[in-house]
């Protein structure tokens, strides 16, 4: 099992940037892939974006253009940036480990979550 801890969430305003973490402990993260999910007040958790081991990264529709997903495998960390926040971007953001089925977004290890809040 993967421990998953994130950081860097917070209240910000429409127009503003953030960049989330996810630190990654028990084991090296350079074997599997990752994603970042969020889930809105009464809604379900939707996908944002995920990369692959090998690197090749997928993105929600909703999202692309505006977040983009990194890691650094020497710091064990996965990131998000979210440029352009818009207050339909407020969520619990959460990072997930372990791709069980990677083509419907099932993972195995999950983190507590960031909360987001953008004021308009």
């Known amino acids: 099992q993967i421990r998953l801890v994130e950081s860097g969430g917070g209240l910000v305003q429409a127009g503003d940037s953030l960049r989330l973490s996810c630190a990654a402990s028990?084991?090296?993260?350079?074997?599997?892939?990752m994603a970042w999910f969020r889930q809105a007040p009464g809604k379900e958790r939707e996908f944002v974006a995920k990369i692959t081991a090998s690197g090749r990264i997928d993105y929600a529709d909703s999202v692309k253009g505006r977040f983009t997903i990194s890691r650094d495998h020497a710091k064990s960390t996965l990131y998000l940036q979210i440029d352009s926040l818009k207050p339909e971007d407020t969520a619990v953001y959460s990072c997930?480990?372990?791709?069980?089925?990677?083509?419907?977004?099932?993972?195995?290890?999950w983190g507590q979550g960031t909360q987001v809040t953008v004021s308009s």
């Open positions: 997930a480990a372990r791709a069980i089925d990677y083509f419907n977004n099932k993972y195995a290890d």
């Open positions: 028990g084991r090296t993260i350079m074997n599997f892939g």
